[in-house]
């Protein structure tokens, strides 16, 4: 599939775009303007095409993890508007993408993936959030229009500090997503692409 150069009036125009990519899942990591030659994404990717443009009207390239216990990570890429805090990301699960800038805080940003954020087995997975990434301090290497895999730069969210969202023990009291939610969750997935947990 190959994707013309495109521009973006708004974050969720971004999100729509990366809502109709298929997902890769493939171990590499393309840069922003692969993204949009060769028309494929997964998460990581997504997360920076989605900082790229989201620089390009006019807000600072930010990243952050979402750290997941028995399944993948999860990169969205953060805007703040109004004072307050959204996020475009792309991800095999319906529910782990776009959140409206209405939340005050990052972890209040965070925890609005909690209940959505679960595995294939509808185990709810999401234990903390890294502090953002700033991707400006890539930009020597040309980050978003480079050919080069960008694996280095999640390998750089290992140098941030990381914030627990619910207390230590606390996940063995968690109920699992409803079935119908899961179904939801994994509508149009690419099941080579998701995570396997252990039983």
């Avoid at 028309?39 to 989605?50: D, I, N, P």
Wanted: with cysteine; charged share 25%; hydrophobic share 35%.
């Amino acid at each position: 599939m190959e994707s013309s150069e495109r521009s973006f009036a708004a974050p969720v125009d971004i999100q729509h775009f990366l809502n109709a990519l298929p997902y890769n899942p493939k171990p590499e990591c393309k840069s922003p303007a692969r993204v949009q030659r060769e028309g494929t994404a997964h998460c990581f990717e997504g997360a920076l095409f989605a900082a790229s443009k989201l620089r390009g009207l006019g807000y600072p390239p930010l990243l952050m993890d979402l750290r997941a216990e028995n399944d993948d990570d999860h990169v969205i890429a953060l805007f703040k508007k109004d004072g307050c805090w959204g996020a475009v990301a792309k991800s095999n699960f319906t529910t782990l993408r776009y959140r409206e800038p209405v939340y005050r805080t990052l972890r209040e940003l965070a925890m609005s993936y909690f209940d959505f954020y679960f595995n294939v087995l509808g185990e709810k997975t999401l234990r903390a959030r890294s502090r953002p990434l700033k991707l400006e301090q890539f930009d020597s290497r040309n980050w978003m229009e480079t050919d080069e895999d960008l694996e280095y730069i999640g390998d750089a969210f290992a140098k941030l500090p990381y914030y627990p969202l619910i207390e230590k023990g606390r996940e063995k009291t968690l109920s699992p997503a409803d079935a119908d939610l899961v179904q939801a969750g994994l509508l149009g997935s690419n099941p080579a692409g998701l995570y396997v947990p252990k039983p």
